[in-house]
């Protein structure tokens, strides 16, 4: 039904690692490119990394700078987001989803451009 699938999510302590996986089932990311977004109740959506697929270009949100890392795998068709030295802050449903061919990563992804999303991984850090 969904036709991206999140995994990887799960309770960390602070300072922990998580990886997030996405997987695009029925069809193949191609050069869509690629969001990870994240989402806490009663909170805006946020936008926290994206890739693009024709040019590689890549953007990181401030919160996420020099802590995570967004990756994809054409042959795969799987993308990734490694998160590091994660923060209670960090805890948020994260989603995965794809925008349009021509989209240029250059700021920080916004929903509306991104049509397609997946069901979401909890991500918790706490101790």
């Known amino acids: 039904e969904k036709l991206l699938v999140e995994s990887g999510g799960g309770l960390v302590q602070p300072g922990g690692s998580l990886t997030l996986a996405c997987t695009a089932s029925?069809?193949?990311?191609?050069?869509?490119?690629i969001g990870w977004f994240r989402q806490v109740p009663g909170k805006e959506c946020e936008g926290v990394s994206c890739?693009?697929?024709?040019?590689?270009?890549?953007y990181y949100d401030d919160s996420a700078s020099g802590r995570f890392t967004i990756s994809r795998d054409k042959d795969k068709n799987m993308a990734w987001l490694q998160m590091n030295s994660l923060k209670p802050e960090d805890t948020a449903i994260y989603y995965c989803?794809?925008?349009?061919?021509?989209?240029?990563?250059?700021?920080?992804?916004?929903?509306?451009?991104?049509?397609?999303w997946g069901q979401g991984t909890q991500v918790t850090v706490s101790s």
């Open positions: 989803a794809t925008g349009e061919l021509s989209y240029y990563c250059s700021e920080s992804p916004q929903s509306i451009d991104f049509p397609s």
């Open positions: 029925v069809f193949t990311f191609g050069d869509y490119a």
């Open positions: 890739i693009s697929g024709s040019d590689g270009s890549i």
